[in-house]
């Protein structure tokens, strides 16, 4: 329990070892049932040990997970204004200038940070429908002009045709 309790925050596994905590606290009312009695004071010098190990690893797990929660939640906040403002640029005609924006809010995007999964996934979806509408309707539009402009490339090669015959 000292080992567990006393390793670097940043390489705490922190599922594995909350499990191997529980695991080593019913191995201990095991033995005190069961087990080789040993005399009051030593007895309560060793739960002593093994009750702060208990709590200071107890602690450090709530320390971690709330400032993840806090992270997490500034994550989402950030994340949240980039969907609205990519719902709102959604719609836009103005092809060069919102592409540009799409492209430096997915840059934002990936600064944010990390939300839970689910409200990231749930973000990620809104802000990808967003784009995903913008550049259908850009692409459509592209796709009409290319056709124009092949339309546009017939008749010019048939006047340089024409042309060419002339001289």
């Not at 702060?52 to 450090?60: G, H, I, T």
């Not at 944010?112 to 913008?134: M, Y």
């Not at 459509?140 to 001289?167: C, H, P, T, W, Y």
Request: hydrophobic share 35%; aromatic share 8%; net charge neutral.
């Amino acid at each position: 329990a000292e080992q567990i309790a006393g390793q670097p925050e940043s390489k705490i596994q922190w599922k594995t070892s909350g499990a191997r905590m529980r695991e080593l606290l019913d191995e201990w009312k095991k033995h005190q049932r069961g087990g080789a009695r040993l005399d009051r004071e030593t007895e309560g010098a060793l739960w002593q040990r093994f009750s702060q190990a208990r709590n200071s690893f107890d602690k450090a797990r709530r320390t971690h997970f709330a400032q993840l929660e806090g992270t997490q939640a500034e994550a989402k906040a950030a994340k949240q204004e980039l969907v609205k403002e990519a719902e709102a640029l959604s719609s836009s005609t103005d092809w060069g200038q919102t592409a540009g924006a799409f492209k430096r809010l997915m840059d934002r995007w990936r600064q944010a940070g990390r939300a839970s999964r689910s409200d990231d996934d749930a973000l990620w979806e809104r802000f990808k429908a967003a784009q995903d509408a913008f550049f259908t309707a850009k692409d459509e539009v592209s796709a009409k002009e290319d056709e124009e402009f092949r339309a546009n490339l017939a008749v010019k090669e048939q006047l340089l045709k024409e042309g060419q015959s002339i001289l």
